[in-house]
C-alpha cells in the first residue's frame, strides 16, 4: 500500500516567490491535515480537512498561506510570498476519518528552505 | 481544550537498559492518546494508541505503554533499548473532532 506522498521532498526558493507543497493521501481517507516543523516551534497543525472541506484553519499563520483539496486524492499547501522564516518541513498526514480513535499516517515530509 | 506534556526533552540510556519517556494529558473528555516515533528525515509513524479497551497498550518494537487516569499519565516503556531505537518520540491526545495535539516530544539517545 502506498503511504502519504508528498512532494517535492525539498524546496530551496528565494524571498518572494511562490512555493506549492503537494500531498496525496492514503486512497480512502477522509480527513487530511497539514503540518510544520521547527526545531523553535515543534510540530504545529497548520489545517485540517474532512470530506475536502476545511474544518479548522486556526493554525494558518497568515494571509500568505492557503490551502486546498480539490478532491479526496489531492492537496496543496501555497506560500505567496515566501519569508526566510517559512523555513521548515512540512508534513501531510491522512486519516481514515474524522473520530478521535484514529491516528494520523504521515508523509516524508517537504523540507523548504527560503533564502 | 486538551494537551499534552512530555516531561524531558531529552532521554539518554545504555543499550539493554530500560526506557521511560513520560507524557502527561489533560482533557476535558475521555482521552484518546497516541505515541508516535519519528526517525532523523522521516514522517512519524504511530507506534500505539490507548482507545479506552485496555490501560496496558503494546505497540511496535517491543514498546507498550499505561493509561493512568488517576495520575493523567500515558507514560512509553520499553524493557532493553536497543540502538535502533534512537529518535524522537511524540505523545498526543486526540479531541472529539479527531484534531490532535502533539506534545514537543523527546529525543532519546542509545549508546552503546
Known amino acids: 500500500d502506498a503511504g502519504v506522498i508528498q512532494s517535492p521532498r525539498h524546496e530551496v526558493t528565494e524571498m518572494g516567490q511562490e512555493v506549492t507543497l503537494r500531498c496525496k493521501p492514503i486512497?480512502?481517507?477522509?480527513?487530511l491535515f497539514w503540518y510544520r516543523q521547527t526545531m523553535m516551534r515543534g510540530l504545529e497543525l497548520l489545517i485540517y480537512?474532512?470530506?475536502?472541506?476545511?474544518?479548522?484553519d486556526s493554525g494558518m499563520p497568515e494571509d500568505r498561506f492557503s490551502a486546498k483539496m480539490p478532491n479526496a486524492s489531492f492537496s496543496t499547501l501555497k506560500i505567496q510570498p515566501s519569508e526566510p522564516r517559512d523555513s521548515a518541513v512540512y508534513f501531510c498526514a491522512s486519516s481514515p476519518d474524522r473520530g478521535p480513535n484514529y491516528e494520523q499516517y504521515f508523509g516524508p515530509g517537504t523540507r523548504l528552505t527560503v533564502t | 481544550a486538551q494537551s499534552v506534556t512530555q516531561l524531558g526533552s531529552h532521554v539518554s540510556v545504555s543499550e539493554g537498559a530500560l526506557v521511560l519517556l513520560r507524557c502527561n494529558y489533560s482533557?476535558?473528555?475521555?482521552?484518546?492518546l497516541f505515541w508516535y516515533v519519528q526517525y532523523p528525515n522521516q514522517g512519524l509513524q504511530l507506534l500505539l494508541k490507548?482507545?479506552?479497551?485496555?490501560?496496558l497498550v503494546k505497540g511496535i518494537n517491543g514498546f507498550e505503554a499505561e493509561f493512568k487516569k488517576s495520575e493523567t499519565s500515558f507514560h512509553l516503556t520499553k524493557p532493553s533499548a536497543h540502538m535502533s531505537d534512537a529518535a524522537e518520540y511524540f505523545c498526543?491526545?486526540?479531541?472529539?473532532?479527531?484534531?490532535?495535539?502533539f506534545g514537543d516530544g523527546t529525543t532519546l539517545t542509545v549508546k552503546p
Open positions: 490507548y482507545t479506552s479497551a485496555a490501560t
Open positions: 498526543a491526545v486526540s479531541g472529539p473532532a479527531g484534531k490532535s495535539t
Open positions: 482533557s476535558s473528555v475521555p482521552p484518546y
Open positions: 480537512f474532512n470530506n475536502n472541506v476545511p474544518i479548522d
Open positions: 486512497s480512502g481517507h477522509n480527513s
